[in-house]
Antibody, heavy 121, light 108 residues
Framework: EVQLLQSGGGLVQRGGSLRLSCAAS????????MNWVRQAPGKGLQWVST????????YYADSVKGRFTISRDNSRNTLFLQMNSLGAEDTAVYYC??????????????WGQGTLVIVSS | EIVMTQSPATLSVSPGERATLSCRAS??????LAWYQQKPGQAPRLLIY???TRATGIPARFSGSGSGTEFTLTISSLQSEDFTVYYC??????????FGGGTKVEIK
């Protein structure tokens, strides 16, 4: 059974940093690209970042470029999102999601449970 | 950036009736479109990919159609558990991956 177990969310002050983790199990982690998607309170889904299966290709939404870093450790089957210089606009539930291709051009069939990040002023 | 526009924002339908949700892309995305269902407090669930292929375990009452810029999600006979929010997403021309704003299906 495919499982994505997220951790690392919480309350952080404006300008602070936070690192999210997503531990994968039940599939060959190194074979698939991974996404981070967020959802602000009461709002829709917003793509944040994608990393290819090898970690060699990374992509970011303009709103987080230069502040967030996506990475993965295929030996530990874990995906990360390092978030720096956090602002109120980053307050959201963050989801990790597995797509069905190595490079990212496909739908996300598996999602983590989500982790809430609250940025306080 | 490809803009995805969903309509209507809210759809009022009686249980057992058909629901038709629309999604329009600002430029052609071939068939590289997915539909997701999201219930309150839960992660999104993939319903349809490739515009018309049901994901594993998705009931046959869900169907997708369209290509290019116009897409439709049809729920043939609404069950109580289907009253929630639905999103479309394109993965043709990215980054960025883009989602529509969502359609809420409510009980009439």
């Amino acid at each position: 059974e495919v499982q994505l177990l997220q951790s690392g969310g919480g309350l952080v002050q404006r300008g602070g940093s936070l690192r999210l983790s997503c531990a994968a199990s039940g599939f060959g982690f190194s074979g698939f690209a991974m996404n981070w998607v967020r959802q602000a309170p009461g709002k829709g889904l917003q793509w944040v970042s994608t990393i290819s299966n090898s970690g060699g290709n990374t992509y970011y939404a303009d709103s987080v470029k230069g502040r967030f870093t996506i990475s993965r450790d295929n030996s530990r089957n874990t995906l990360f999102l390092q978030m720096n210089s956090l602002g109120a606009e980053d307050t959201a539930v963050y989801y990790c999601a597995r797509v069905s291709s190595p490079l990212g051009s496909s739908a996300a069939g598996y999602w983590g449970q989500g982790t809430l990040v609250i940025v306080s002023s | 950036e490809i803009v995805m526009t969903q309509s209507p924002a809210t759809l009022s339908v009686s249980p057992g009736e058909r629901a038709t949700l629309s999604c329009r892309a600002s430029q052609s995305i071939s068939s590289n479109l997915a539909w997701y269902q999201q219930k309150p407090g839960q992660a999104p669930r993939l319903l349809i990919y490739g515009a018309s292929t049901r994901a594993t375990g998705i009931p046959a009452r869900f169907s997708g159609s369209g290509s290019g810029t116009e897409f439709t999600l049809t729920i043939s006979s609404l069950q109580s558990e289907d009253f929630t929010v639905y999103y479309c997403q394109q993965y043709d021309n990215w980054p960025p991956l883009t989602f529509g704003g969502g359609t809420k299906v409510e009980i009439k």
